[in-house]
């Protein structure tokens, strides 16, 4: 019956400026950018050759309730070297909030983007 989630909203301040650090400092690919009537245009970016995309969309920050000491990411970015990406997200701008975290079952880095969502960058073992 139902196939697949297809997208997710992150609210952001301006769709400019939100496209821009999504695909040019993170690296995701613009997808979709329609205009809507009597409203903010639909504008998506994804991770190529993923089929989820995020819709960004205006509205105030997603902010979390607070875990161990600190609020978790509300998105979650799989890469295949986190201190690689760490130091190459790093160098484009992007603002951490922890370094690399180390668990058992893998290692994160927790981001946010210019309007304070929280994301983070997570390799499994």
Request: glycine content about 8%.
């Amino acid at each position: 019956m139902l196939n697949r989630v297809l997208y997710t909203h992150v609210p952001v301040s301006d769709q400019d400026e939100a496209l821009a650090y999504y695909t040019e400092v993170l690296g995701l690919e613009k997808r979709v950018d329609n205009p809507v009537p009597e409203g903010p245009r639909f504008l998506t970016v994804g991770v190529r050759g993923q089929d989820l995309s995020l819709v960004l969309w205006p509205g105030e920050p997603a902010v979390a309730e607070p875990a161990f000491g600190r609020a978790p990411a509300i998105y979650t970015l799989e890469t295949d070297d986190c201190e690689r990406a760490y130091a190459e997200l790093s160098a484009r701008g992007v603002r951490f909030v922890t370094g690399v975290l180390e668990f058992p079952w893998g290692r994160v880095a927790v981001f946010e983007d210019p309007d304070g969502n929280r994301l983070q960058i997570r390799e499994g073992r």
